[in-house]
């Protein structure tokens, strides 16, 4: 019988069975419009990470929270609201709001979902934000892993990224994690507009490497380990359907021989045809079992995109903690991503059932 890939703290020693460490936005999302002549936008929560967290509560029942800061106003208790909504438990460091946002501020994120030709838009309004200044001191870890328990730890270079002491709060938030058997996991989530004005790629590389010492499962694409973690890969054919994963494989191999802490590294596959149909699948690698592949989904349709990935790595999550196999994990986290994709907003609106339906092959019939 193959071993599990993780070794779990046991569930009943813990509060929690996931917490998420980062930013929560309030989305702003102009529907099938654009953002530059919308005149009514609808809102939601979301953020690299705490997507994670999301959907390991609202769509697989896992006992989940979210370690963050806001600005406390209104639109601070707004967020909140919506995270309580999600089903996940607010861990928040309230920041003293000056009245204007001079000093501290919750993020904004604009987003266009974009259609056929014309691609997905974000803009994002995230500086001087309250969880950008959070310090190590604003979390108590030694109360979180320790007195409460937590058995799976996530965060991302999203997170990192934020500011000079969020890196610092990740890798002090990440190492107490380790000390009491938390699981780890990290997405490297490359975005060059976070980097641009901290030191770019370089100081990207620098962070990210000295936090993928903390990391039990890594998850990022080609460019992720490219930008992030300074590797490069060869020869990754565009087409997905054809997709010869070798070169990406061969430096998968490269990067796991560097971090040994890596048990298990994983990343989605996606070719963009148009804004509203992908090519869609995942891939994931461990050290007992090597590699294995989700099932394909050429032409994928596609409401909005955004927020696929952190549905994958939850549904990735989900797999690796309550079912033990790499292969039923990566199948899980492809189509957790592919339904979360249909709906609008950055969190998933999917049941379990409905992603153990479509990993068994079901169709979109019409349930009654």
Not at 14 to 24: F, H, I, K, N, R
Not at 121 to 135: E, I, K, L
Request: hydrophobic share 40%; proline share 2%.
């Amino acid at each position: 019988m193959s071993t599990a890939p993780v070794t779990l703290r046991p569930a009943e020693d813990c509060a929690y069975d996931v917490v998420s460490l980062g930013e929560v936005m309030l989305r702003l999302d102009p529907g099938e419009g654009r953002v530059r002549t919308a005149r009514r936008f609808e809102v939601w929560e979301g953020g690299g990470e705490y997507n994670v967290a999301r959907g390991l509560s609202r769509c697989f029942g896992l006992r989940a929270g979210v370690v963050t800061a806001l600005a406390d106003n209104e639109v601070g208790r707004l967020i909140e609201s919506l995270i309580l909504a999600g089903g996940v438990r607010p861990l928040i460091s309230w920041a003293p709001y000056d009245g204007i946002g001079r000093s501290t501020r919750n993020g904004l994120n604009f987003t266009e979902r974009g259609f056929g030709v014309r691609g997905a838009v974000g803009v994002s309004d995230r500086g001087h934000t309250a969880v950008a200044q959070m310090r190590p001191e604003d979390v108590d870890v030694d109360d979180l892993f320790g007195r409460q328990g937590v058995r799976w730890l996530h965060t991302g270079g999203i997170f990192a990224a934020l500011s000079e002491t969020a890196a610092e709060v990740a890798e002090t938030v990440m190492d107490a994690a380790r000390r009491h058997g938390t699981v780890v996991s990290y997405d490297l989530n490359y975005r060059p507009s976070l980097w641009k004005g901290i030191g770019g790629q370089e100081r990207a590389q620098e962070v990210n490497r000295r936090l993928a010492r903390y990391v039990d499962v890594m998850i990022g694409n080609e460019e992720d380990y490219t930008a992030s973690l300074g590797y490069e890969v060869e020869g990754v054919d565009a087409n997905l359907s054809q997709l010869d994963t070798s070169s990406f494989e061969r430096m998968i191999e490269k990067v796991v021989a560097e971090f040994d802490s890596f048990k298990v590294t994983a990343t989605t596959l996606r070719q963009v045809r148009t804004a509203t149909v992908n090519d869609w699948a995942a891939i994931a690698w461990s050290r007992e079992g090597g590699f294995v592949r989700s099932t394909e989904r050429p032409g994928l349709e596609v409401l909005d995109r955004v927020g696929g990935g952190d549905s994958f790595a939850s549904g990735l999550i989900y797999g690796l903690m309550e079912l033990g196999d790499l292969q039923a994990a990566v199948e899980y986290g492809a189509a957790h991503g592919a339904l979360a994709m249909t709906t609008p907003g950055d969190t998933t609106m999917a049941t379990k059932a409905e992603v153990e339906r479509l990993v068994g092959g079901g169709g979109a019939r019409v349930q009654r």
